[in-house]
């Protein structure tokens, strides 16, 4: 139940099982998207998370926001624990996540994704809906 265990077990069975035919697993991924994800949130949301997909799959794995950004913002000394609203100490990094779902300026968000947007926000994961404008509609 710490981080570290969290990243060993990713770091063991991506490599161990990757290319493996699984429902549900894109090999696409690389791995550093995947221990960014799991290092960017404390263990109770990612189970969560995880919960909330496993449970219902059809439903849940439809919504989820359109970009996933991490940025390690500093070294820290040891492997921190704590969580604040956007930034976890984990595996001795400081590491920032943002989920972004990204609207034409003619769309709206679908019930799914308002839906995934509430639970995150409840979460208090950072998550943001960006509205582009047409080209002509900007400001110079």
């Known amino acids: 139940n710490n981080p570290i ?3 060993l077990l990713l770091e063991t069975n991506y ?6 035919s699984c429902i549900g697993v ?6 550093t998207i995947c221990e960014a994800f799991i ?3 404390d263990e109770k949301t990612l189970v969560t998370i995880m919960r909330w997909i496993l449970q219902d799959w059809r439903r849940m794995t439809s919504g989820l926001p359109d970009l996933f950004m991490w940025r390690i913002k500093k ?9 604040e609203k ?3 100490k984990r595996d001795g990094r400081d590491v920032e996540i ?7 300026h003619n769309d709206n968000l679908s019930s799914k994704q308002i839906c995934w947007i509430k639970r995150m926000l409840k979460l208090n994961l950072a998550v943001q809906v960006v509205k ?9």
């Open 15 to 20: 490599f161990k099982y990757k290319g493996i």
């Open 75 to 83: 070294e820290v000394k040891g492997a921190g624990t704590g969580s």
């Open 86 to 88: 956007k930034s976890v």
């Open 39 to 41: 290092l960017g949130m």
């Open 98 to 104: 943002l989920f972004l779902e990204v609207k034409s």
């Open 26 to 31: 894109d090999w696409n991924l690389n791995y």
């Open 5 to 7: 265990t969290v990243r």
């Open 132 to 140: 582009i404008r047409k080209k002509d509609s900007i400001s110079k």
